[in-house]
């Protein structure tokens, strides 16, 4: 295979929540197909039936041999952190080193306010945040005293199989941006076009100029809503319940999911592919009856379009 990675996404269940053997049915065949990742979009707060992903990555573990798994993204400052390590050193440890975690600092204020967070803490609270899950995740009888969280003597056990899990981070404006570089490993943007990848992609590598610490291009990955269809006009009927509310133009919103006959699919991939990504995780945006299908066709006429 060439380097691209493509993974699998789900996220709100805007179309309905399927039952735990369906979802688990959803992972084996993505892992049967090659697909290479799984990743759960984290909500507590929601207006449509969700759940918890940690659950869920302990049910996919178990149910597969080989995809990574990580979260789309996890919102860190919503929990407190030593909790989180303790879960995914678990969730690594339960599936043979295969966790990646991502975080961010919390796109639906009610999830803060469930968790008596104010949304003017989100930032700093993300920043010591992902400090310690670091120190947790490679140190033992770790003390912090922070502005946030305090704590003495803390040791996890077991660690993460390989150190400290890579942590991605979610997001695209500038501030996000000079955090991925300051403490982040890599980066996880949605809803975005190749010309505004290759532009953040730009500023990413001038920030790292400005940290001392240079950020490989190969280590950031986007998430877009996806439906392969030959048929163009009701691919993009089945997509309109997820892109209700968006603030974005109809054009605008084409050019940040990839929808229609798998040439054009592969057509638009391949325009990220030219501005520098390598990584991708298409979320399935239709009913959970087509899901299975639509994991068939990224496996045969997606994935193979990028082989060497």
């Not at 197909?33 to 799984?38: A, C, E, H, N, W």
Request: aromatic letters at 8%; one cysteine or more.
């Amino acid at each position: 295979m060439s380097d691209v990675k493509i993974g699998i996404g789900f996220g709100l269940w805007n179309y309905g929540l399927p039952g735990a053997e369906t979802i688990c049915g959803y992972a084996e065949l993505a892992e049967a197909v090659g697909l290479d990742s799984i990743w759960l979009s984290d909500h507590i707060v929601t207006r449509n039936p969700t759940l918890d992903i940690s659950c869920l990555f302990a049910m996919i573990a178990g149910r597969t041999k080989r995809l990574k798994m990580g979260p789309s993204v996890l919102t860190l400052p919503a929990r407190h952190p030593v909790h989180v390590a303790k879960t995914y050193a678990t969730l690594d440890y339960i599936s043979g080193g295969r966790m990646i975690m991502a975080v961010g600092s919390g796109s639906d204020l009610r999830d803060l306010a469930a968790s008596g967070v104010p949304p003017a803490e989100r930032g700093k609270r993300l920043d010591e945040g992902i400090k310690i899950l670091r120190r947790l995740w490679t140190e033992s009888h770790v003390t912090h005293q922070g502005q946030f969280y305090q704590f003495e003597d803390v040791t996890i056990e077991p660690k993460p199989r390989k150190g400290s899990l890579d942590i991605w981070i979610g997001g695209k404006s500038d501030a996000i941006l000079r955090r991925v570089v300051r403490l982040g490993d890599g980066w996880f943007p949605a809803l975005t076009s190749p010309q505004e990848f290759r532009r953040d992609m730009d500023k990413l590598i001038g920030f790292g100029e400005e940290y001392g610490r240079s950020f490989n291009p190969r280590e950031a990955g986007v998430l877009l809503l996806t439906h392969v269809s030959e048929d163009r006009e009701n691919a993009w009927r089945t997509v309109a319940p997820l892109l209700r509310g968006l603030p974005l133009p109809p054009e605008e919103v084409a050019a940040r999911c990839i929808v229609g006959p798998a040439a054009e699919c592969v057509e638009k991939l391949q325009a990220f592919v030219d501005a520098g990504c390598v990584k991708f995780v298409l979320r399935p945006a239709c009913p959970p009856a087509e899901v299975m299908s639509q994991i068939e066709q990224y496996g045969t006429k997606i994935l193979p379009a990028f082989a060497a």
